[in-house]
Nanobody
């Protein structure tokens, strides 16, 4: 079992997308989860994180107020609602378990799914 991201696509500036991630039970259970992204020629960066209960979240400054992370523990799934998209949001988006100190924004393991491509056109 592995991390499987979906929901990416091509959208115009100001549009919205909702990404989904299905995680293996052993990774999802009891762990905080997060989203990361990697644009061409750049390192992978933290986007958002959510704790196990969903009560606490953390966002990168660049997406704060535009993106919303959520999770469904019954489905081993985590989601990223992306609104008011900008060209700078163009990247491959990945999910992973994250350090429970959400402000750190670091993945727990160095194993990644294939990601889902988001393209925002101006």
């Amino acid at each position: 079992a592995q991390l499987v991201e979906s929901g990416g696509g091509l959208v115009q500036v100001g549009g919205s997308l909702r990404l989904s991630c299905q995680a293996p039970t052993r990774l999802f259970r009891a762990n905080a989860m997060g989203w990361f992204r990697q644009a061409p020629g750049r390192e992978r960066e933290f986007v958002a994180a959510i704790n196990w209960s969903g009560a606490n979240t953390n966002y990168a400054d660049s997406v704060k107020g535009r993106f919303t992370i959520s999770r469904d523990n019954a489905k081993n799934s985590v989601y990223l609602q992306m609104d008011s998209l900008e060209p700078e949001d163009t990247a491959v988006y990945y999910c992973n378990a994250v350090n429970p100190l959400l402000r750190i924004g670091r993945p727990l393991i160095d194993a990644w799914g294939q990601g889902t491509q988001v393209n925002v056109s101006s």
